[in-house]
């Protein structure tokens, strides 16, 4: 009798083949999505170190659009010349920027290592998700996603604290260190994975794809640096970003060999699945990167203090990711749980925004709630791309996964950044004592109630409707059920 359900031999297999795969898998997602957090933690102290309060988000914001252009880049090398081969460069890059990074002399600097060491993220990302598709059949990889999103969001839950205590007791250089051993271990687990004949997309760099690509990103980062400044600025760069993505789908779609082939473009559960994910980045990267400066600015907390006080949203994303997995291997449903996650998110942040002055304990056990709801997104949108995608395009298709997160990340950044900095400069006060927090090494123990309400209710609502705007997207999506 025939069945879709695999047999107890194919059941043994794909477990033996994930247990291989875990630990390059989980590694490579835990430093590259990880060190985001990591470095949002530190920022206060690198703003005080290299006197640029209003310039500090630059230095998240170049990785991620690095990450960006490269994710697509390494998608099609692994298509071409092997997935796992093309892994040791990638980490190798990651490992070099990060001893860069601790040697950075200034401000700009530190910026530039930083959008080196995000091209080799976006390889590591890229290609540990295509690793993981190519090997694993999709209703088993549907569980062990849970495995791998709960080990990546534990950086979230360790990394603002170790962040935190190695900024307040040590450096912040020491945390760009903790990446080394990271990469080595990826590159050592990666040898031990067998090697696989499967069939290779030929390979030709469709160098004006990359070009407009790079300055889409480009003046995205331009945006978070200048447009906060000057709002006709901003809204220039915005539509020469914009025109920029357009010419960039053309040449996809004219291009022989495209960073991202046309049968991945045209799939209409691939497109709905990257709108959503795209909206995610919008309000999941800027949020925990707004998060350590509100609690710097609002609370007065601490280096170390702002690290323990982002463990409640971590947990949630723990414990969501975990379950999520579960819940999609046993039930067959995808985006069922994204839906309800990013509802639930969208709610607890518009109460931030309409109740402002909310005591930090408030605080506290919403972004435990608001953790819950982002954990249920990127597991599932892996699994429905994968499953939509061509054998031969998987390493592209993946790769519009982390494209797509990193673009929303970047446009959620430039807005947060933007947000906050034309509310502040209408209250030169609170602007002078905003730059004066964010670049003080110690914190006043009374911080005047109310001085920066209207900035940060004005970005917990934009990220609200933005959470509200995924869920409905995902809700749209086609492909329901495996």
């Known amino acids: 009798m025939t069945t879709l359900e695999p047999d107890a031999a194919d059941l043994a297999e794909g477990r033996r083949s994930f247990w291989l795969l875990f630990p390059v898998v989980s590694l490579a997602m835990f430093v590259s999505f990880g060190d985001n957090t990591i470095v949002a933690t530190a920022l206060p102290a690198l703003a005080a170190e290299f006197g640029e309060p209003t310039r500090a988000p630059l230095i998240i914001s170049a990785y991620l659009v690095a990450m ?12 071409a010349f092997g997935h796992k081969p093309m892994l040791r460069p990638a980490a190798g890059l990651f490992i070099a920027a990060s001893g860069l990074c601790i040697l950075a002399p200034e401000f700009w600097a530190l910026v530039a290592f930083r959008s080196v060491q995000g091209i080799g993220a976006g390889g590591l990302v890229a290609l540990a998700s295509a690793l993981l598709a190519e090997r694993i059949p999709p209703r ?29 007791f040590a450096d912040w250089r020491a945390i760009f260190l903790l990446n080394i051993p990271f990469g080595l271990a990826i590159l050592w687990f990666a040898r031990r994975l067998p090697d696989r004949d499967l ?15 790079a300055i889409f990103v480009g003046a995205l980062v331009a945006i978070s640096e200048a447009g906060a400044r000057d709002t006709r600025v901003a809204a220039t760069l915005g539509g020469a970003a914009a025109v920029a993505l357009i010419l960039f789908i053309i040449q996809e779609r004219r291009s022989t060999h495209p960073l991202i082939p046309p049968a991945v473009i045209s799939d209409s559960s ?7 994910v795209m909206l995610y980045g919008v309000c999941s990267v800027p949020l925990l990167v707004v998060l350590p400066i509100y609690y710097r600015t609002v609370h007065g907390l601490s280096s170390s203090e702002i690290g323990i006080s982002m463990l409640p949203i971590s947990v949630g994303l723990v414990v969501s990711s975990l379950a999520t997995g579960q819940l999609v291997a046993r039930t067959g449903m995808v985006l069922s749980w994204a839906v309800c996650g990013m509802t639930g998110m969208s709610l607890v942040l518009a109460g931030f925004s309409l109740v402002p002055g909310l005591s930090l304990h408030a605080i506290l056990f919403g972004l435990f709630f608001i953790g819950l709801g982002m954990g249920t997104v990127l597991g599932p949108v892996q699994i429905v791309v994968q499953l939509a995608a061509a054998a031969s395009d998987l390493g592209s298709a993946s790769s519009t996964i982390h494209v797509s997160r990193l673009m929303g990340a970047a446009c959620g950044t430039a807005l947060s950044s933007t947000i906050l900095y034309v509310v502040l400069s209408r209250d030169p006060s609170a602007q002078a004592l905003f730059e004066g927090l964010m670049t003080r090494s110690d914190v006043p123990a009374e911080i005047r109630p109310g001085t920066f309400d209207a900035a940060f209710s004005a970005i917990f609502g934009a990220i609200a409707l933005m959470a509200l705007a995924c869920a409905a997207v995902a809700a749209s999506v086609p492909l329901r059920k495996l």
């Open 68 to 79: 960006m252009v490269a994710a697509p880049v390494f998608g099609r090398l692994g298509d």
């Open 270 to 276: 691939i497109r709905r699945v990257n709108l959503a």
């Open 140 to 168: 088993q990889r549907a569980g062990y996603q849970g495995y791998i999103a709960t080990f990546v969001v534990g950086s979230y839950a360790t990394g603002p604290i170790l962040s935190g205590l190695l900024t307040e």
């Open 199 to 213: 069939p290779r997309a030929p390979f030709q760099l469709d160098i004006a794809g990359v070009f407009l690509l």
